[in-house]
Every structure is written in structure tokens, then in C-alpha cells.
T-cell receptor, first 117, second 112 residues
């Protein structure tokens, strides 16, 4: 089946620094990628939707200048958390939709645990 | 606003059937999904049902949809220890990107 990887799987950074998370579709081309955030004991919250080659669409309440999303190729999207603060600590998950596949199918990465100290 | 609710925990004995329930609020939902999340792995789509269907069966999985009550259930027959995981219910809206609205997830524990 289609595989999505995320790197790193966990990261600890200091307050005020920026951290980049990569999401790759390993064996398929993803025209659309989604970025989610999950707090402990809470459901996944969609942050933004990115289509390859165009600007990401952010959900209401998500700061686009803080969470920079780049979807420069059909196999790679990146999320950069800029000037991170402890409240940005969370589990970040990406998913990808295959260009030629059913729109029902979103393939999920294993997630990245971000801890800001 | 849109909301999806699930019970948080379910414990069953190996070999029994498991039933995980979900309620949603958006009457315009077009598709409803069940995902499985195992530790260290990405969410995996188990099955989905179109909103004009009442039931869908796929091997050990049976999905029932009561559109009037906005209630969705997932039944796992002959539950195995490998079924232990978190199960998420999700609904999609009718927008172009069909974004998913998620429940909190039900943690299923299967006891030998």
C-alpha cells in the first residue's frame, strides 16, 4: 500500500527556535497533502491543506506566518514551526492524497512529536 | 459547528464481537469513515460508507449508519488481540477538498 513517511519522528527544540518537519509520499505522487495537529486526548485538528505548486489553505485560527507550509513537489511537503513556544508542543501528522487515486484515500504519516522547552 | 463524538474506551474478550459507536452532527456529511491507529504507525483507513447507505460489510467489519439519528457504528466480529488499537470515526464535508472532521478515538483493548 501507499506509504507516507515523516521526519523527524520526534524533536525537542528550545523556545524561539524554528523546526522543520518533512512529509514524504514514498511510492506515489500526492497532489494534496494535509497537516494535522493532535493534542493529548483530543481529536485530530486540521491545520492546513496544501496542493502541489500552490499556496496552502489554512484553517481558521491557524497562523500562516507561524506554521509555514511548502509543497514544492509531488512527493514532499514541509511544515516549519517558526519561533516555537511551549504551547506549540504537540503531535503533528501529515497525510497525502494520491493524484490518481480515490479521493477517499488519505495516507497518513506516523506523526512527529514536537516538544518545545 | 460540526462535531463527532465517540466513547473513549472499550474492552472485549478475544473472540467476542466489538461494537464502537460514533455520533455526528453535520447532516450534510457525504461520507463517514473508520480509521485505525496502532502505536508508531500512521492512521489506516478501514472502511467508509456513503451517507445514503445503511450498512456496509467487509470481511469481519460491519458498518451501520442511522442517518436519522446521525449514528454510526463499527462492528468487528471475532475480535483478535491484533485488533487492539485506537479507532477513529470521521466525517467529510462537501467541500472541494473533502476535509475530515474527527472524533476523539475509541481505544479498544482485546483481552486474551
Amino acid at each position: 500500500g501507499a506509504v507516507v513517511s515523516q521526519h523527524p519522528s520526534w524533536v525537542i527544540c528550545k523556545s524561539g527556535t524554528s523546526v522543520k518537519i518533512e512529509c514524504r509520499s514514498l511510492d506515489f505522487q500526492a497532489t494534496t497533502m494535509f497537516w494535522y495537529r493532535q493534542f493529548p486526548k483530543q481529536s485530530l485538528m486540521l491545520m492546513a491543506t496544501s496542493n502541489e505548486g500552490s499556496k496552502a489553505t489554512y484553517e481558521q485560527g491557524v497562523e500562516k506566518d507561524k506554521f509555514l507550509i511548502n509543497h514544492a513537489s509531488l512527493t514532499l511537503s514541509t511544515l516549519t514551526v517558526t519561533s516555537a513556544h511551549p504551547e506549540d508542543s504537540s503531535f503533528y501528522i501529515c497525510s497525502a492524497r494520491e493524484a490518481s487515486g480515490s479521493f477517499h484515500e488519505q495516507y497518513f504519516g506516523p506523526g512527529t512529536r514536537l516538544t518545545v522547552t | 459547528g460540526e462535531d463527532v463524538e465517540q466513547s473513549l474506551f472499550l474492552s472485549v474478550r478475544e473472540g467476542d464481537s466489538s461494537v464502537i459507536n460514533c455520533t455526528y452532527t453535520d447532516s450534510s456529511s457525504t461520507y463517514l469513515y473508520w480509521y485505525k491507529q496502532e502505536p508508531g504507525a500512521g492512521l489506516q483507513l478501514l472502511t467508509y460508507i456513503f451517507s445514503n447507505m445503511d450498512m456496509k460489510q467487509d470481511q469481519r467489519l460491519t458498518v451501520l449508519l442511522n442517518k436519522k439519528d446521525k449514528h454510526l457504528s463499527l462492528r468487528i466480529a471475532d475480535t483478535q488481540t491484533g485488533d487492539s488499537a485506537i479507532y477513529f470515526c470521521a466525517e467529510s464535508d462537501a467541500g472541494n477538498n473533502r476535509k475530515l472532521i474527527w472524533g476523539l478515538g475509541t481505544s479498544l483493548a482485546v483481552n486474551p
